[in-house]
């Protein structure tokens, strides 16, 4: 039998070592598992909780920007990983950048110091049975605890490999020169197409395939599949293979009877409203800077504003839709939340945030309160909404961006308005934090 006022965390990454905090300041017993120094992952290194295993950028700051108002929404709601990075900055312009050692030596003894917090260095095999369980293992969880994970949450639920094309902003495509079609006129205009002429993708092409992208992990599986094969090696096998493949123009009319274009880009919804599109096929490799400038030589996406990068690695995350609700927990097994990148939220800030949400409401359960509510009026609440009740077809984990909370109507425009936005949320935030 579980004890009361009591619970489990599996995982002393940024998720974990969060929702640990959150539960312990309110008095609820913990018991963190943490599987470092006895076994490290291929990205891990350090025996360290909160390790930052790649860039030691926390990105953008400010509220004109989501993962600033992000930030400072942790920051209102007392995040222990905030905290710590606020003390380990490094300059990065307009960035919270951190001294990754700096910041996770003082995550680790604010965890270890902290009198309701047991530290138990071992691998967690299973999960728990019964009682409160939070269980924030990362992307890289393997073996029999992503085995029990997958069982518990069902069957092919946990996917191993993330391929994902990158995200525009809707109202950053230039629509005089893209237009809205469906191939063979079948179905609505569910797409924007950028057409091309010869001159322009032969230009995008070479740009494509002499690109630059990101330097494979020794441990990262980098099997190309044909279904998720990145645009770039697709189109490294020749100059027509992209335009047999995501390029394609076929069934593809020209508005006003304008000339047949080369090749076509398609952009397909991202969500109901079309506030955001992804690129259809546009799976890659390529860093972050040369996807912006190569496919900003796409016509119509010149001033693209992307929400999300495409990306390919190794990323454990489960199918939540639908199985997890708005707050982390499993519909099939209340009592048990999952955290971090594995919910399918994308980034080390968003990943600390769903641990952050995640132990205020295991706290909440435990101490006998309410659970309190985050609306999609705030970065935080909009991810977990993401997480849970997502409607496309094709869940992908996701940073945050405005495109996912509630639309302001006001009168404002670009950066004021997202100022709005972020000033609504803060608002709410507080509010929530004063009745904590
Ligand atoms: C290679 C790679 C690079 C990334 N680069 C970036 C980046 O540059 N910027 C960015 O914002 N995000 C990046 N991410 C995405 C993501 O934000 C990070 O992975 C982030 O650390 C996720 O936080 P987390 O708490 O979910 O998992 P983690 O921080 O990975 O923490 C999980 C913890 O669980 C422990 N654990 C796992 N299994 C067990 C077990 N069975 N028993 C006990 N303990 C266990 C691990 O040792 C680890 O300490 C990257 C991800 C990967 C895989």
């Known amino acids: 039998m579980a004890e009361q006022n009591r619970a489990v965390v599996i995982g002393a990454g940024l998720a974990g070592c969060e929702a640990a905090y959150q539960m312990a300041k309110r008095g609820v017993k913990v018991t963190l598992i943490e599987q470092k120094p006895v076994k490290l992952s291929p990205a891990h290194k350090s025996g360290l909780f909160a390790e930052i295993v790649c860039s030691n950028s926390l990105r953008a700051e400010g509220l004109y920007n989501a993962v600033g108002l ?31 050692a700096r910041f996770a030596t003082r995550v680790t003894r604010e965890i270890i110091e902290n009198k309701n917090i047991e530290v138990r260095r071992e691998e967690a095999l299973y999960l728990p049975e019964d009682g409160v369980v939070i269980a924030a293992p990362g992307p890289m969880v393997e073996g029999l605890l992503a085995k029990d994970i997958e069982d518990t949450v069902g069957k092919g639920m946990l996917a191993f490999y993330d391929a994902a094309a990158p995200i525009v902003m809707g109202d950053s495509i230039d629509m005089t020169k893209a237009f809205f079609a469906s191939r063979y006129g079948k179905g609505g205009d569910d797409y924007i197409n950028c057409p091309m002429d010869e001159a322009e993708y032969r230009a995008f092409y070479d740009a494509l395939i002499t690109a630059e992208t990101v330097k494979p992990h020794g441990f990262e ?8 094969m990145p645009v770039e090696t697709m189109a490294s096998r020749g100059f027509q293979t992209l335009l047999f493949g995501p390029l394609k123009p076929v069934g593809i009319k020209a508005p006003n009877g304008g000339k047949p274009p080369f090749a076509v880009v398609q952009l397909r919804r991202e969500d109901s409203k079309g506030r955001m599109y992804n690129i259809v096929g546009f799976q890659t490799h390529l860093k972050y800077g040369e996807q912006q400038r190569v496919f900003r030589m796409i016509p119509g996406l010149e001033h693209a504003e992307f929400a999300r990068f495409g990306m390919m690695h190794r990323n454990a995350f489960l199918a939540s839709p639908g199985r997890l609700n708005v707050n982390y927990e499993l519909i099939t097994r209340p009592g048990l939340f999952f955290a971090g990148q594995i919910t399918g939220v994308e980034g080390y800030v968003e990943s600390a945030s769903s641990g952050l949400l995640a132990g205020i409401f295991a706290a909440s359960d435990l101490l006998g309160r309410p659970r309190p509510v985050f609306s999609r009026n705030t970065a935080c609440g909009a991810l977990a909404d993401y997480v849970a009740n997502y409607q496309g077809t094709d869940f992908q984990p996701m940073n945050i961006t405005f495109g996912i909370m509630n639309t302001l109507e006001s009168q404002t425009k670009g950066k004021e308005k997202k100022r709005e936005i972020s000033e609504r949320a803060l608002v709410e935030i507080r509010r929530i934090a004063a009745g904590l």
């Open 221 to 228: 599986d980098f099997r190309v599949f044909e279904g998720c």
């Open 70 to 100: 992000l930030k400072e929404e942790m920051r209102a709601l007392d995040s222990l990983i905030m905290r710590a990075a606020d003390l380990s900055r490094v300059p990065a312009g307009g960035a919270l950048a951190v001294d990754r």
